[in-house]
């Protein structure tokens, strides 16, 4: 190991982010143990390591990328009870567990996937593991006004967002845009719904969300057996804002809260 490679290594490590704790995480919506927090940094660590050897392994040529990869793990070892936290859980089983993780965000990119996809498998992990899901249990009912499948779809079809898909025109398509923004849209969480109150808003005459978009998330949750409240408002999207169809709009959101809450 050498001087340079120990010393950028130590640089590196100290820009991952260390053990988060429960009071942390509360600040983004998640009311986790201290085990399931734990979980949370080992997942941190190895996204961050992953990219970190994304990076070492584009810029660096060998031998010199071998041996920082091996100061950064050596570091990390050094600071795995004092920044990580991780005092209890055995390295070695991490370093195997983070090793098939890395397997699997490599082949998500070299498909083509962007970043978001390597973090939205990183957190249906979480996700899978229930490590995250008790601050999902908390959630009994759920009221969706202006409706979507996939938001990206919205962008591509709807009257007030042509300007965005211009400036996309060339560079991005709707199959990679919808790729681009599934952690935002409904479609991927239609099936977690089960069991859940729900209540669906649309309008008429909607160009900005237009109804056959509408259309479609309704008609999915009906395919998956799931039976939604549906309210249609007999106007457009900014109508919306304007009495007397913002009364309406809000006389059914707020109807549906109160008895279903």
Request: hydrophobic fraction near 40%; proline fraction near 6%; include cysteine.
């Amino acid at each position: 190991m050498t001087d340079q490679a120990l010393q950028t290594a130590k640089a590196l490590v100290q820009l991952i982010p260390p053990s988060v704790a429960p009071d942390f995480l509360e600040e983004y919506g998640l009311t986790l143990t201290s085990q399931q927090a734990q979980a949370v940094t080992k997942e941190l660590l190895a996204l961050s390591l992953y990219w970190m050897t994304c990076a070492v392994r584009v810029s660096i040529p060998e031998p010199a990328c071998s041996q920082l990869h091996e100061s950064i793990r050596e570091q990390v070892r050094e600071k795995w009870g004092s920044r990580f936290g991780l005092v209890h859980v055995p390295i070695d089983q991490f370093y195997a567990e983070m090793e098939r993780k890395h397997r699997t965000w490599e082949d998500i990119t070299q498909q083509g996937g962007e970043p978001i996809a390597v973090l939205s498998t990183a957190a249906e992990a979480l996700e899978d593991d229930n490590v995250t899901a008790a601050h999902d249990r908390r959630i009994t009912a759920a009221a969706l006004n202006h409706i979507s499948p996939y938001f990206a779809d919205v962008v591509w079809e709807g009257l007030s967002t042509a300007h965005v898909r211009e400036g996309l025109d060339g560079s991005v398509d709707l199959s990679l845009l919808r790729d681009l923004w599934m952690p935002i849209s409904p479609a991927p969480y239609v099936e977690r719904m089960r069991g859940k109150r729900v209540l669906l808003v649309y309008a008429r005459y909607d160009h900005s969300f237009p109804v056959r978009l509408s259309r479609e998330l309704v008609a999915d949750f009906r395919r998956r057996g799931l039976d939604p409240e549906v309210f249609v408002l007999p106007c457009g999207h900014y109508s919306t804002g304007i009495a007397p169809f913002s009364w309406l709009d809000g006389y059914a959101l707020i109807r549906f809260l109160a008895r279903r809450l």
